[in-house]
């Protein structure tokens, strides 16, 4: 695995780098050797914290842990990811299109279910007028919602307003390959 480790608000030592390449190279035993691993350190307000994301084909594995020590959000992103990686083996790896982004022991072995399929149990309808991100925002903020599915009018695409922290806003677009 290649990593790929950035900082913000924070210099990465060779400490702390050998730490991330130790801990989260302990998931090479899943991925293929090319996979690179994008892993963003951050300091915010004393909260040491730790982002790692994996793309393989179509997919995205993520994870982010926080606490008081960098060291620890290691070493709990690490767990996250590798129980992801069991739970959902069947849904992230496609035998035909994602078996070269994995081991062949890990698209070989039987992991145990840890929780059941994900079962959707509401489904919910809606009427949908066009309207721009700003106005599908203050909707949202109506609703008393964390996000808000809307049909933007000015690009005639299916959008997400979601609330950020700190009060913003972000805006999820399609992006058909």
Same mark, same amino acid.
């Given at each position: 695995?290649?990593?790929?480790? *950035? #900082?913000? /608000?924070? =210099?990465?030592?060779?400490? $702390?780098? /050998?730490?991330?390449?130790?801990? !989260?190279?302990?998931? @090479?035993?899943?991925?293929?050797?090319? %996979?690179?691993?994008?892993? *963003?350190?951050?300091? *915010?307000? #004393?909260?040491?914290?730790?982002?790692? %994301?994996?793309?393989?084909?179509?997919?995205?594995?993520?994870?982010?842990?926080?606490?008081?020590?960098? +060291?620890?959000?290691?070493? !709990?992103?690490?767990?996250?990811? &590798?129980?992801? $990686?069991?739970? +959902?083996? /069947?849904?992230?790896?496609?035998?035909?299109?994602?078996? &070269?982004?994995?081991?062949? &022991?890990?698209? &070989?072995?039987?992991?145990? =279910?840890?929780? @059941? =399929?994900?079962?959707?149990?509401? %489904?919910?309808?809606?009427?949908?007028?066009?309207?721009?991100?700003?106005?599908?925002?203050?909707?949202?903020?109506? $609703?008393?919602?964390?996000?808000?599915?809307? +049909? /933007? #009018?000015?690009?005639?695409?299916?959008?997400?307003?979601?609330?950020?922290?700190?009060? *913003?806003?972000?805006?999820?677009?399609?992006? !058909?390959?």
């Amino acid at each position: 695995m290649r990593f790929i480790i *950035t #900082g913000r /608000n924070i =210099d990465v030592t060779e400490g $702390l780098r /050998n730490a991330v390449e130790s801990k !989260l190279g302990k998931l @090479d035993r899943f991925f293929a050797p090319e %996979t690179e691993v994008h892993v *963003t350190l951050s300091v *915010t307000r #004393g909260d040491q914290k730790i982002e790692v %994301t994996i793309p393989v084909k179509g997919k995205i594995i993520r994870a982010e842990e926080t606490s008081s020590d960098m +060291y620890v959000s290691i070493d !709990l992103v690490e767990e996250v990811i &590798e129980r992801q $990686l069991k739970r +959902y083996k /069947n849904k992230i790896i496609d035998r035909q299109q994602n078996a &070269e982004d994995f081991r062949e &022991e890990y698209i &070989e072995k039987e992991y145990a =279910d840890e929780q @059941d =399929d994900v079962k959707i149990i509401r %489904t919910k309808k809606f009427a949908i007028k066009p309207m721009d991100p700003e106005e599908a925002c203050v909707q949202m903020e109506l $609703l008393g919602h964390n996000f808000f599915v809307f +049909y /933007n #009018g000015e690009t005639d695409e299916v959008n997400v307003v979601y609330k950020r922290k700190g009060g *913003t806003y972000g805006l999820i677009e399609p992006e !058909l390959d």
